[in-house]
């Protein structure tokens, strides 16, 4: 699990956060329904609800909401994949920056 943020981890528990993965799906586990929460919620303050007209995952469109959240404020921190999101702050650097701490093990 990687982050990007504009502050520091150690704040990451009262934080909201922002990830490409679905914030909360219904999922079908032996013949009922149940809501699954974002793996990364249990980290966090609250988790930013994706916009419903972008792809799910890793889309360009859930990318750049997850960037515009950061950059105005919504959102403290941006939780994802860390290869991906590697990949994303090496072509925003001027405006994002990688958090190294602990390891998150979801």
Same mark, same amino acid.
């Given at each position: ?10 704040? =990451?528990? +009262? @934080?909201? *956060?922002?990830?490409?993965? /679905? ?6 586990? %032996?013949?009922?329904?149940? =809501?699954? +929460? @974002?793996? *990364?919620?249990?980290?966090? /303050? ?6 419903? %007209? ?21 959102? %403290? ?30």
């Amino acid at each position: 699990m990687g982050v990007v943020a504009t502050q520091s981890l150690g704040g =990451l528990k +009262r @934080s909201v *956060v922002c990830t490409t993965e /679905a914030v909360a799906a219904t999922i079908e586990v %032996d013949g009922v329904s149940a =809501l699954r +929460r @974002s793996a *990364v919620a249990p980290y966090s /303050a609250d988790v930013l609800d994706l916009p419903a %007209d972008c792809p799910a995952g890793w889309s360009e469109c859930n990318q750049q909401f997850c960037h515009n959240a950061l950059q105005s404020g919504a959102a %403290d921190a941006w939780l994802d994949d860390e290869n991906l999101l590697h990949g994303f702050m090496l072509n925003h650097c001027r405006d994002v920056a990688e958090v190294h701490g602990p390891p998150l093990t979801i």
